[in-house]
């Protein structure tokens, strides 16, 4: 079993960090800091953390005044809550006038788990990533997190950054390594983990870790099978991405999102535009979800290794 | 630097003469303005002409050649259909040429049809989806605060923004955060725009509903200048609280055919109405 960690909770320790170096950093939450952890950096900054209660309109557009007076706001909720509640104030008031604020979510889809369908988002990027101006990010694993929130304070305009509840497995090494390689986290660049010849897996969040693993069992098989952390849901980096359609001809994306609209549907617009190419999408097939364990959920709604290595034998076949 | 800082002057019959003046030039502009591009909000811009006026030409500091300029106070239309009275106040104060005026909403001009901050000098928020400007108001309060400036928030809304919730979040937490350096006007012009709003979602008493929030609230005549300068100036001396100057006003004031009339929420005058209605202004 590969060790695994809090995204959430490396969110919440790396912001305390950065507050100490960047005194234009605020954080606002809406009664849920405990659970996002930007409490740890309430707790060091208490000056510089608003809590706004259980407000998301309000939260965004707060969020939003501190940007235009020169302040760094990290917004921090639910996904569900911040999409759902707060993408009027997000679209008009955040990203529409172009406004600094990076708006870090927890509890995106199914990983949320017993709470259940009235707690999952499963739609958040699909709506996000149509939004102008807006950046999406979406880590892998706790360490890719720590560089993703550093990048954003380097970064300029609204974005947006999902993380999952669950604790889940770690792709990288300390220090964002991968097999003991030094790697650089940019905006809108993927990260190639492994390289394919038969097939590219295209995943983000906690499904690289299960695309890792269906690429090292259909190695028995014979197949290999591509791995690509593309943690950048936007700007999206269409030419790694059109450059292994080319290589391999065939592609799966890997998502804990609905198949509608998020890595699955901003990848087939760019192959069906620039390179048609046979391609499955492993997500939520239109559906809400039920309570339950998260790993039984994954199961239930197939996106765990053993459902992205079906997915691959099944595009092989389109390519036959 | 032409920093324009006059809220300090006594508000003699002369300042008011000249306030008087700069509110009919609003009302003309904005009449004017609506009736070219065929389309936009003219009640509106007439029942905060008065506020705006008050606030550009005598309350608000700013700098019209650094409309970015720190120390600057902050005005927030979060009303955004009434910015055709906005962007006549702010080229009146010099923050862009008179011409742009007559090209509202027009494709390519920089006055959209609803305030936007990246394309107009000046305009500090962008707002159009009602009940958001109060919150941003919020942010910069705080931000002031921050940063130990002394510059103040001002935040003008509709009063059938009062129906959106986000309104009501955003003065529970102005009031727990204390923002003394903010102050929300309601322009209570009592028509939204479908019909009058104790018909549509009955607002009143709304003095009481802003003082149980734990506002400060002030009642002003929104036409009478004195007052509105009056109330503005007591906002400052409050402290520990948000400011709320409730403004009564009507819609489509200065214009006999056009007040108190819902129609004119969102349709501009034809040609021959505006010919009418500007000579009521001149006269």
């Not at chain 1, 999952?164 to 497995?169: E, L, M, N, Y």
């Not at chain 1, 097939?199 to 299960?210: N, Q, R, S």
């Not at chain 2, 130990?148 to 009062?162: F, I, K, Q, S, T």
């Amino acid at each position: 079993m590969r060790p695994s960690a809090s995204m959430r909770e490396t969110y919440g320790r790396t912001l305390a960090e950065l507050g100490e170096e960047h005194p234009e950093i605020v954080v606002l939450d809406a009664d849920l800091s405990t659970s996002t952890h930007t409490s740890l950096f309430a707790r060091k900054f208490p000056e510089r953390f608003f809590n706004v209660g259980v407000a998301e309109a309000n939260l965004m557009g707060v969020a939003a005044g501190l940007a235009s007076c020169g302040k760094l706001p990290f917004v921090s909720t639910f996904s569900v809550f911040a999409t759902e509640k707060g993408l009027s104030q997000f679209k008009q008031s955040i990203a529409y006038p172009n406004l600094n604020v990076k708006v870090v979510v927890t509890h995106g889809g199914l990983s949320v788990g017993e709470d259940g369908a009235s707690h999952f988002c499963l739609w958040d990027l699909a709506v996000m990533r149509s939004l102008p101006r807006t950046t999406v990010i979406v880590p892998a694993d706790a360490v890719e997190t720590e560089e993703a929130v550093r990048a954003l304070v380097d970064h300029r305009g609204p974005a947006f950054l999902r993380l999952p509840r669950a604790k889940t497995g770690l792709v990288y090494g300390e220090g964002y390594t991968y097999r003991g390689e030094k790697l650089e986290f940019r905006i809108g660049e993927s990260v190639v983990l492994e390289e394919g010849e038969d097939a590219t897996v295209l995943a983000i969040g906690p499904l690289v870790v299960e695309a890792l693993e269906a690429s090292e069992a259909l190695r028995k098989e014979g197949l290999r099978v591509g791995v690509i952390d593309v943690h950048t849901l936007k700007p999206l980096d269409e030419r790694t991405i059109l450059r292994e359609a080319s290589r391999t001809g065939c592609l799966v994306t890997a998502e804990d999102h609905s198949i509608i609209g998020g890595l699955g549907g901003a990848v087939a617009e760019l192959l069906a535009e620039r390179r048609p190419t046979p391609m499955k999408r492993v997500g939520v097939r239109d559906e809400f979800g039920k309570s339950g364990p998260w790993r039984e959920l994954y199961e239930a709604y197939g996106l765990t290794s053993r459902h992205i290595q079906q997915a691959v034998r099944e595009v092989r076949e389109m390519v036959r | 630097m032409v920093i324009f800082d006059r809220k300090a002057e006594p508000h003699t019959p002369s300042l008011l003469r000249e306030l008087a003046e700069k509110a009919r030039i609003i009302r003309r502009d904005s009449l004017i303005m609506t009736t070219e591009a065929g389309s936009g909000h003219p009640g509106g811009s007439l029942s905060c002409a008065d506020i705006l006026s008050v606030l550009y030409f005598h309350h608000l500091r700013y700098d019209p050649s650094n409309p970015r300029w720190e120390g600057r106070d902050r005005f927030i239309l979060s009303k955004g259909h009434a910015c055709p009275a906005l962007y006549s106040a702010l080229s009146l104060a010099g923050f862009f040429p008179r011409e742009w005026l007559r090209t509202l909403r027009k494709f390519g001009s920089p006055l959209q049809g609803h305030p936007d901050s990246t394309s107009t000098p000046g305009v500090e928020a962008s707002t159009g989806s009602l009940g958001q400007g109060l919150s941003i108001g919020c942010g910069m309060a705080l931000a002031a605060r921050l940063d130990g400036r002394d510059y103040r928030v001002y935040v003008l809304m509709g009063d059938g923004e009062m129906d959106e919730g986000q309104v009501w979040e955003a003065a529970m937490f102005a009031a727990h955060q204390r923002l003394d350096n903010l102050v929300g006007i309601v322009d209570r012009n009592r028509i939204q725009l479908d019909g009058f709003t104790e018909e549509i979602v009955g607002l009143e008493p709304l003095a009481e509903k802003w003082r149980s929030f734990g506002w400060n609230v002030l009642e002003v005549d929104g036409h009478d200048l004195l007052q509105v300068a009056e109330a503005l100036d007591e906002a400052e001396r409050i402290k520990g609280k948000p400011t709320l100057i409730l403004a009564r006003t009507v819609k489509g004031k200065g214009v006999s055919f056009m007040e108190n009339q819902v129609k004119y929420h969102g349709t501009p005058l034809t040609r021959e109405e505006l010919e009418r209605a500007l000579k009521e202004l001149e006269g």
